[in-house]
């Protein structure tokens, strides 16, 4: 994961050894892992480190800019982004993010060992299509929840009991859309996640939370939350709720960002999601051209 960005930039590569150092074991060996390491078996108790390592690249890239001279203004994540975005923020160590991570990671590996749960991907219907379907399920007595939904490629995630995936095929048949089943495990933010949520609000209580030092924008409210009390509440209670990635993107529009630079491995966050203002830019660090462009306009930005 990342290596041609790691490779042709060395201050990546760096910033992933000072990760492994602060966490006292090496995590960033695990990017160049096979896929039966980042993706074990759903039925089996064997944790993934996906979580864990697309952390560490992001937080890798984010401390890359920074050193380059990059100074953002706000921090944002979506799902378990979060943590790493609150960790850029100052909000906890490095050391307690990826332990929390990997504690979420495997309370809720436990959860979908003992009640199979998928998170499943529906393409080219509309919300009120896919909530209705949903409704529909849950009225026949299978637990099916929408979790995500994006407006401009009519995109949403639905949380259900892996038993239940037939009976939405079912549900949507006769319609045009395609489906995908989700490499992640389980149903997180769904209510299947509940008594994830309730355990981590728990374990989040005995780690030290700070203010974050620049508008940290969450995903249970869209809104940005400057307190360490909010921080601890809204990332648990997002583990059993939807994500409103959609609206936390819309409310940093609102309060005035125009350029947003999403943070590698991804390339699909922003633009992707919703319309944005002709005034609006996006820019990626998932490639080596897409990071060099970013340093080079930020740059400019910050002449400007």
């Known amino acids: 994961m990342g290596r041609a960005l790691r490779d042709a930039f060395p201050s ?11 966490l006292g074991r090496d995590i960033a060996s695990a990017l160049d892992g096979p896929k039966s390491l980042l993706f074990p078996p759903q039925n089996t108790p064997r944790p993934t480190v996906f979580m864990e390592v697309t952390t560490a690249l992001s937080l890798a890239v984010a401390r890359s800019l920074r050193a380059a ?13 979060e943590y790493a975005a609150a ?15 990997r504690e979420v990671t495997l309370a809720g590996k436990k959860v979908c060992v003992a009640e199979p749960s998928l998170l499943v991907t ?15 399920l849950e009225a026949a007595g299978e637990l099916c929840e929408l979790v995500i939904f994006y407006d401009k ?10 038993a239940a995936l037939q009976a939405l095929k079912t549900a949507l048949a006769g319609r045009r859309h395609r489906l995908t089943v989700s490499r992640e495990h389980g149903a997180f933010h769904s209510t299947l996640f509940s008594g994830v949520a309730r355990s981590a609000a728990e374990m989040f209580q ?21 307190k360490p009390a909010g921080v601890r509440r809204k990332l648990a209670s997002a583990l059993c709720r939807p994500v409103l990635w959609q609206e936390t993107i819309r409310a940093m529009l609102a309060d005035g960002v125009r350029t947003f630079v999403e ?5 699909m966050l922003t633009e992707f999601i919703c319309d944005l203002p002709p005034d609006a830019e996006v820019l990626r660090t998932d490639t080596p051209a897409n990071y060099r462009l ?8 910050r002449r400007g």
């Not at 001279?69 to 982004?81: D, F």
């Not at 943070?263 to 390339?267: K, V």
């Open 294 to 301: 970013a340093l080079r306009s930020l740059a400019e930005v």
């Open 263 to 267: 943070l590698a491995p991804g390339a």
């Open 87 to 101: 960790a850029f923020a100052g909000v906890f160590s490095t050391r307690d993010c990826f332990e929390l991570v």
């Open 12 to 22: 990546i590569e760096r910033e992933l050894l000072l990760i492994n150092r602060e």
């Open 122 to 136: 529906v393409y080219g219907l509309e919300k009120k299509t896919l909530a209705a379907a949903a409704r529909r």
């Open 206 to 226: 005995t780690v030290p939370f700070s203010p974050p030092a620049l508008p940290l924008y969450m995903n249970s409210d869209g809104a940005s939350e400057q």
């Open 69 to 81: 001279g990059v100074r953002p203004c706000t921090a944002a994540g979506r799902s378990m982004g």
């Open 153 to 162: 490629p009519r995109l949403g995630v639905l949380g259900l009991r892996r």
